[in-house]
Structure formats: C-alpha cells, structure tokens
C-alpha cells in the first residue's frame, strides 16, 4: 500500500489541463459547427500528441496529400519546403 501511495502523483494537473481543453473545444465546436463526437475526439487525440505533431514536416505532409489525386496536384501544386 505504501509503495502506491509513493508512485501517485502529488497533482493531477494533467488530468485537469486535458479536461479544460476537452470543454473549450467543446465550446469551440457548438459555435462552429453542431457538436460531433467524431469531431471532438480527432480535437483531442490532436490535443494528446501535440508534442509529436510540432514535429511533422508540414510541408512533406501536404505534398502527400495533393499528390494522391491529380486534380489537387493541378489545382495546388507543391508546397515549398520553409527556410530554417
């Protein structure tokens, strides 16, 4: 008992940060759009693994994207990779 006592976290300020996102996305969706659960849950898997999704190369992500159809690659053509 004693070694769970020790392991549990002293806060649950995570916890908490994910609720307080969770209810403004929600907000957020009622004033765009009716509310989908579908909707809501890719919002917060999106919230979950920000840290991983500031790593993606945007660039490469959209030149995926167009290029699977080739309506798209005419319309938008490719994107240029950003200066670092």
Sequence with gaps: MVQ???VLPATNAVSERSFSTMR???IYLRSTMRL???R???LMTLHI???KLDSLDLASVANDFVSLIE???TFFGTFAQPYQ
């Design 4 to 6: 769970l006592i020790l």
């Design 24 to 26: 403004r996305s929600k």
């Design 36 to 38: 989908r659960q579908d």
């Design 40 to 42: 809501l849950n890719h």
């Design 49 to 51: 693994y920000q840290d």
């Design 71 to 73: 309506h798209r690659r």
